[in-house]
């Protein structure tokens, strides 16, 4: 049953991907109006088949894995992974928001005068600093 519900989500996501560059290719609509319905469509198809996929894998995995851990498990540990979670989320947020600003900018920027590429691609570069860092936390937190 996995297996083939597994398929049926890749079949999904192989037509969303076909679907996608054939409206692309050959829409004449500049409204992008029928791209936008065929990717509703395969959202609320992909979605629901991810949940019948995890409903069906997780209850054998955790099964297995709560019998072997059941001994050694804490409170301490569970919240070690939820703040490990919380630094590479939070800074992939902040690292989003900070590349969207900065990059926007180096690009009006660079339309205006090409000879400054350089330095603006160094201010993108220090925006993605954050997410590194966010993981170099997560790193200390699950390891330290």
Do not use: H, W
Not at 1 to 16: D, E, G
Not at 33 to 39: D, F, G, R, V
């Amino acid at each position: 049953m996995i297996k083939y519900t597994a398929l049926l989500a890749l079949a999904v996501v192989i037509m969303t991907i076909y679907s996608g560059l054939y409206l692309l290719k050959n829409n004449e609509d500049s409204s992008k109006a029928k791209i936008k319905k065929a990717l509703k469509i395969n959202l609320f198809t992909f979605v629901p088949l991810m949940l019948m996929i995890m409903v069906l894998i997780l209850p054998s995995t955790s099964k297995a894995a709560g019998e072997a851990a059941a001994a050694t498990a804490t409170a301490s540990d569970g919240l070690k992974y939820i703040g490990a979670a919380l630094s590479t989320g939070l800074a992939t947020i902040g690292t989003g928001y900070a590349v969207g600003t900065v990059g926007s900018a180096a690009l009006g920027a660079i339309s205006e005068d090409q000879s400054i590429l350089g330095r603006t691609i160094i201010f993108v570069g220090l925006a993605e600093g954050i997410a590194i860092f966010g993981v170099i936390i997560s790193i200390l937190i699950l390891y330290a």
